[in-house]
């Protein structure tokens, strides 16, 4: 293996069904990891940013839609953590259905970790990962999840989580975040509560860090 390829950052992608348990997994590896090893962009703080239509209007968007994620901005950030040079990630606001006008500045690792539900389903993104991992987790679970969740940290009503839900998250599940599995290096079910699959992965980056020192 030449140099050039050891020094590079190693890029995971973690994905899965709203509720699966992605989130979980990508802090777990974070976590796991020595400090300032890893760094994590979450695909849900680049949605593309509605500010301009109005509050109502904005409620209405198929947020589990590929189009509602700015991709271009995700995958430039990623080519430049990967170069070795900080970002400022946009930041979400999830009551608001807006961005925020503050961002967050990412300083280059050693590991870069995407996570979302889409994370896996464009072509461009998938050629930028080292390790494609998807968390599977029943859907009755997913639902539980996704309504707590929706309930305590997001400001929505069960009315309004249950609209989305029949309307945007399952079918959209159907159409791109299900069939996107299939390109997935790891398949991880149930999430962070695996720790045997866990431990593979974390062996497989420390690795990696181990021969880029």
């Known amino acids: 293996m030449n140099e050039a390829r050891v020094s590079k950052p190693f890029v995971v992608a973690v994905a899965g069904g709203s509720g699966s348990?992605?989130?979980?997994?990508?802090?777990?590896i974070g976590t796991a990891l020595p400090p300032g090893a890893s760094v994590t962009l979450e695909q849900d703080h680049y949605y593309r940013d509605r500010?301009?239509?109005?509050f109502e209007e904005r409620v209405k968007v198929n947020y589990d839609h590929p189009d509602a994620i700015e991709f271009e901005l995700l995958q430039h950030h990623v080519d430049e953590l990967v170069a070795s040079r900080p970002v400022d990630r946009p930041s979400y606001d999830f009551a608001a259905h807006a961005r925020r006008s503050e961002r967050v500045h990412l300083d280059p690792a050693p590991i870069i970790i995407v996570e979302g539900i889409l994370a896996l389903t464009l072509p461009e993104m998938r050629t930028r990962y080292d390790l494609k991992i998807f968390v599977d987790t029943d859907a009755d679970i997913r639902l539980m999840r996704r309504i707590r969740r929706d309930l305590e940290e997001r400001g929505r009503s069960f009315a309004q989580v249950r609209a989305q839900y029949y309307e945007s998250v399952r079918p959209m599940h159907l159409a791109f975040v299900e069939p996107s599995k299939r390109f997935a290096d790891v398949i991880v079910p149930e999430g962070g509560t695996n720790r045997v699959a866990l431990e593979l992965i974390l062996s497989r980056l420390r690795e990696h860090l181990a021969s880029a020192g």
């Open 21 to 28: 348990g992605k989130t979980t997994v990508a802090r777990a």
């Open 51 to 54: 500010a301009e239509l109005p």
